[in-house]
Antibody
Framework: QVHLVESGGGVVQPGRSLRLSCAAS????????MHWVRQAPGKGLEWVAVIWDDGSYEYYAESVKGRFTIARDNSKNTLYLQMNSLRVEDTAMYYC?????????????WGQGTLVTVSS | DIQMTQSPSSLSASVGDRVTITCRASQSIRRNLNWYQQKPGKAPKLLIYDASSLQSGVPSRFSGSGSGTDFTLTINRLQPEDFATYYC?????????FGQGTKVEIK
């Protein structure tokens, strides 16, 4: 069964760092692009970052560019999001998602999410 | 970046109703449009991909249509478990932007 499990969330002060992990199982992780998507409390979905299957390409939302880094370890079937210089507005539930591409692309499945709270 | 605009932002409907949600892209995205359902406290779940393809396991009362800039999600014979928030997403180009969501509530 295809499964994604995020971890690493918590409460952190503004300006500090946090690293999220997303453990994948049930599929050939190294064959898929992976994404991070976040959702602030009571708000909609905001796409954050993508990394290609081989790690050769990354792309970020403007709101996190220069502060967040997406990475993956295909030997460990794990996706990461290194978050530096955290701001109050980064408070959100962070989801990882697998990208499936045939003629178009979509996200399936999503992990259950890990909550990041940035507060002094 | 491609902007995605959903309407309405919320709606009230009764069990058995037919519900239609629209999504408009700021430029043509061909058929690169997906729909997700999210229930409170849960992760989003894929309903429709490629504008009109039904994800495996999703009830056939859900359907999608459209291409270019205008898309529609239709729920026929609304069921109690369908009360949720629905998001469209374009996958034509990064960033893969989402609509702001449509909350379907019980009338």
């Amino acid at each position: 069964q295809v499964h994604l499990v995020e971890s690493g969330g918590g409460v952190v002060q503004p300006g500090r760092s946090l690293r999220l992990s997303c453990a994948a199982s049930g599929f050939s992780f190294s064959n898929y692009g992976m994404h991070w998507v976040r959702q602030a409390p009571g708000k909609g979905l905001e796409w954050v970052a993508v990394i290609w299957d081989d790690g050769s390409y990354e792309y970020y939302a403007e709101s996190v560019k220069g502060r967040f880094t997406i990475a993956r370890d295909n030997s460990k079937n794990t996706l990461y999001l290194q978050m530096n210089s955290l701001r109050v507005e980064d408070t959100a539930m962070y989801y990882c998602a697998r990208e499936i591409t045939v003629t178009t692309s979509w996200f399936d499945p999503w992990g259950q999410g890990t909550l990041v709270t940035v507060s002094s | 970046d491609i902007q995605m605009t959903q309407s309405p932002s919320s709606l009230s409907a009764s069990v058995g109703d037919r519900v239609t949600i629209t999504c408009r892209a700021s430029q043509s995205i061909r058929r690169n449009l997906n729909w997700y359902q999210q229930k409170p406290g849960k992760a989003p779940k894929l309903l429709i991909y490629d504008a009109s393809s039904l994800q495996s396991g999703v009830p056939s009362r859900f359907s999608g249509s459209g291409s270019g800039t205008d898309f529609t999600l239709t729920i026929n014979r609304l069921q109690p478990e369908d009360f949720a928030t629905y998001y469209c997403q374009q996958s034509y180009s990064t960033p893969y932007t989402f609509g702001q969501g449509t909350k379907v509530e019980i009338k």
